[in-house]
């Protein structure tokens, strides 16, 4: 009989004996499994691999994006428009939904291929025991009871539960995201909590084996390892639609009731009136055109286009276009420590000799060059007594650095960059034997023979201080022995604390011919340095009112001190750890996370619990990381972040990808959020105020039972022709410096508020009012002619050129904004007034579009009524800045900017 699938955590293999272990899984520690059984087990527990599940077809995920309510609006319009015959204008919206539809498809395509990026990781070859011999097999055909060894350099290919092991250290940062290596041996593990870290007798596939080997028995493939444990909980995490979508769904569902509404009423009130009914329904259509804003879906799509565009140049791509909007209102920023805030290279920055001397050195990471300083001076030598401690170091050690690469333990790796720091000469020697560092000896020893050693040779040892000054009875004192008094090692062990209360790991060095009598020669601290570019980007982010809150796998020390450094924990603040969180009820975290700036050892089911609880306060989340570890949580929150030379896993869960792992592309990304959704209310504000202009329009001179202003064809050219390039050009606008300064906006901040249904409501009162008085000035006589209707669509046009140039800034006069600064909008406007004049001075559109020429003292006049609507915004934007400048902006800001500015609260809702 089989054994029966392996299931949950392998906390009960860790429990297990070696024989326990082999028996349970019929296996044999030499020969393995035969062939045979390979087979038959794979037929139950399935292909060591992350098989993708059904999905739904491409196609029909390209259909879906025509459930957004714009869309179907706009094809609500185009089937009106065919109804009535209006083809030209029916292809076009159609053309118009496919092309917005089809750039949102192909944009995020790739948001769900985490699947691939996990089969990325899992190693394309296994060394296995089968028959009795040892092969390479596909990683994919491994089995539960399969014998696998591993070596340096190795992935993991599977859970494994070790049989042997000599000197096996794992890196296993991407889980735990502890950057010390995990110590690994065979031994049973009776009390065990079930986190990852505390199985010190099983290696889990996709680690790195960085020093020693082992031999084991597969006790998880696929889906029931610890990897598929993630995959799982990424699946089913839905990533949570962004504050832009959320506004445009419900601004396309009020805005289909409004329009619909009006319009039912406008067709109503003609009919009564005895209106022509083909007349009355071809207005119908073509106020259901202009009042449906088609240009909203497109310009929001080339809006966050360009930002991706922009964010791509500073070495930030965006992989799902609203994610860059998303930015512009999150308020929360949860960082990974490693790889993160620093550089995941550990390095030596301090040595403390036993014969007094302090040295620090510069240089960070295993490849930056460094100098040595004494006494705050630079040295242009290597003190006889820091050269042992580098000799030792080196000795002692399993790792090399080629190139721009280490092989090995970073920890080894750090002492490796410290010898060379030093200028040292490697000496020829002989290893004569080799005692791997344990968590029961704490130390690593290394026996070698060369020239100064002598022919049997000399113990060279590195490791925990407490544990590597028990072996010492002696320590070099300028170059002379003296004995190691127990006031000594006090003074050395309390000398350690101190560096370990600054988060920076400890190790002690020894030497001589007898393990129990050796020589004491120092120590070194050791720390994984914060990235460059972070200190400033912390200071800005601060600044914009962000608050940061640190998720690490590391100890509380090491992270208080990172914390602490970069002054996002201070005395108000609070560290929980994992097991804490562990401990509370789901209400508890999420009221203790309002202090809350660091969480230490933590693993991904901590991490997507801390992102909840955030979001369960109404915050909006950005989380950073680069580890397999990270992944769920970067998917779980608002926008997920991910760091260049991160996991594929990790980048293919995130919506954006720092290339160069720059944490200060987050402060332009930030900044850029705040821009695009700025340019998107400047063009809605825009669009409304000529589509409510419009509808008024049409309305009011039904109801008074006067002829139409403006034809069927003339309100399609607004609509269509010149709502388009101008409104567009407003998604271009350049980045305001004040504006996107400013502190986050609340995520219930709706594109549409109370604040700007003033304003269009006023601009478009200006534009009804001088489009009407135009009209009854030239209708004299009752009818209605074509130079009557042409000066009115030519007013009207007018108005919204000007109304365009005054949506340009929410509170900036058009003289304190760089004019010239945007020239799609210059450009977009000279072009829709070269494209009206050839309407009213081209005889063939005369016909189509019943216009005659004007004069240019008709002109002239059109321009003195229209910009009246600048010249009204003006004043407002005065009153905006006069009450913002009034007692540091503060009282009169509530009172005056919330009623004309586009500000809301959380209780502010859109106005159907």
Known sequence: MLPECYSGSPVNA??????EVLRFWRTSATTGIDSSEARLRQQI????????????SLLMKFLSGFKDPLIIMLFVSALISVITQQYDDALSITIAVIIVTLVGFVQEYRSEKSLEALNNLVP?????????????????ELVPGDVVEVGLGDRVPADVRLLECAGLELDESSFTGETVPCIKQAEPIVTLKGEVSELTNIVFMGTLVCNGHGRGVV???????????????????????????????????????????????????????????????????????AAIPEGLPIVVTVTLALGVIRMSKKEAIVRKLPSVETLGCVNVLCVDKTGTLTKNEMTVTKAHTASGNTYTFTGTGYFEPGRVIHDGRALSYCPEDLAVIGKVGRLCNNSHISGDKMFGNPTDGALVALYNKLG??????????EIPFTHERKWMGVKCAGDQAGAEGVYYVKGAPENVLKLCTHQLVRGTLHALTDDDKDSVLEQIQVNEALGMRALSFCYG???????????????????????ETVHTLHQNSIRLVMITGDSKNIAVSIGNKLGFHGPNNVAISGDMIDNMTDQGLCDMMMNVSIVYRSSPRHKMKVIKALQERKEIVAMTGDGVNDAVALKCADIGIAMGKGTDVCKEAAEMVLVNDDMSAIVEAVREGKNIFSNIKNFVRFQLSTSVSALTLIALTTLWNIPPPLNPMQILWINIIMDGPPAQSLGVEPMDNEKCNSPPRHPKTQVVNKAMLLRVCLSAS?????TLWIFKNEMVDGTVTSR?????????????????LSCRSTTKSIFQINILGNTTFLCAISASILAHFGLVYVPFLQVIFQTEALSAQDLMLLVCIASSVLVVDEVVKLIIRMSENHCGGQIDKMRTSDIFQSNSTDKEKLIP
């Open 14 to 19: 860790a429990r297990m004996t070696v024989g």
């Open 45 to 56: 527990h399935g292909s060591n691999d992350f098989g993708e599940k059904d999905d739904e």
């Open 124 to 140: 394309p070859t296994a060394h296995c025991i089968r028959n009795g011999v040892k092969e390479d097999i596909l990683a994919r």
């Open 219 to 289: 006790i998880g493939t696929g889906y029931n390892t610890q990897f598929g444990e993630i995959f799982n909980m990424m699946e089913s995490e839905e990533t949570p639609k962004t504050p832009l979508q959320k506004n445009m769904d419900k601004l396309g569902k009020h805005l289909s009731f409004i329009s619909f509404g009006v319009i039912g009423v406008i067709l109503l009130v003609g009919f009564i009136k005895g209106q022509p009914f083909q007349d009355m329904l071809t207005i119908g259509v073509s106020l259901a055109v």
């Open 424 to 433: 040292l000469t490697t000496e020829p020697v002989t290893r004569l034997e």
């Open 513 to 535: 011919s007898d393990l129990k009598n050796l020589v004491y020669v120092g120590n070194v601290a050791i720390m994984d340095p914060i990235r460059n570019e972070v200190p």
């Open 766 to 770: 200006c534009i009804i009012t001088g």
């Open 788 to 804: 009557d209707t042409t000066m009115t669509f030519t007013c009207f046009i007018f108005f919204d050129m000007f109304n365009a």
